[in-house]
């Protein structure tokens, strides 16, 4: 490449750069992991797609996700937000996922108990195992609350775990929309509030960065 072909490209960078950076203020890792069938996919496209017309959906084969961009109090935020398999089966797979996250989202169905249960038999286990943001916030979800008349779990029961584990704790209708963006909203908010995770996420503080290195970058090649 030839010196003005090099001068371009660096500036073509700088330039896509500045219009991803500046159109949200952070961008979070969220997890949403329990057991198959809970409905997380559904709590999910509900919130990506503002639809009540979510349809019975296959389980998620492996791990799967969505961007999502909205404000937040006065940020703008983008979640990537992973849909993770509750198939046993998957979970050497899914274990690298948990690696970064600032967020996770541990479902379960209020009109299955085993589900419940398996909360902290597995899934609060894998997250002490794999997540190495050991600050993240976590939040628990007792998914379709418009089958009240098939309740398994009371509220009280899922409020309990949650002030033992010390996470979050909203009862939430994929099929209805109830609650699912602010189970969003609560989890973004409660992220802003921890200063490691702010900072991890920040665009700002990532801009930095990329200035530092294309600054030392540029001290060589081509176009030096």
Known sequence: M???GCK???????STSRVG???????????????????KSSLLL???????????????????FKIKFFTVGSKRLKLTIWDTAGQERFGTVISSYYRGAHGIILVYDVTR???????????AKEVELYSTNHD???????NKVDKESERAVSK????????QHRCLFL???????????????DLSLKILDVPGLREKGSVAVRRQNQKQMYGTSQSGGCCS
């Open 113 to 123: 108990r085993e589900t419940f249960t398996n909360l902290i038999d597995i899934w």
């Open 21 to 39: 950076s500046s159109s949200y203020d952070y961008s979070f890792k969220v997890l949403l992991v329990g057991d198959s069938a809970v409905g």
């Open 171 to 185: 009862e939430c209708s994929a099929k209805t929309r109830e609650n699912v963006q602010q189970c969003f909203n």
């Open 156 to 163: 009280e029961e899922g409020m309990a775990l949650a002030q």
């Open 46 to 64: 509900s919130f990506i797609s503002n639809s009540n017309s979510i349809h019975h959906l296959s389980p998620t084969i492996g791990v799967d």
């Open 2 to 4: 030839d010196l003005e």
């Open 136 to 142: 993240s916030i976590k939040i628990l979800v007792g």
């Open 8 to 14: 371009k490209r660096k500036q073509n960078m700088g």
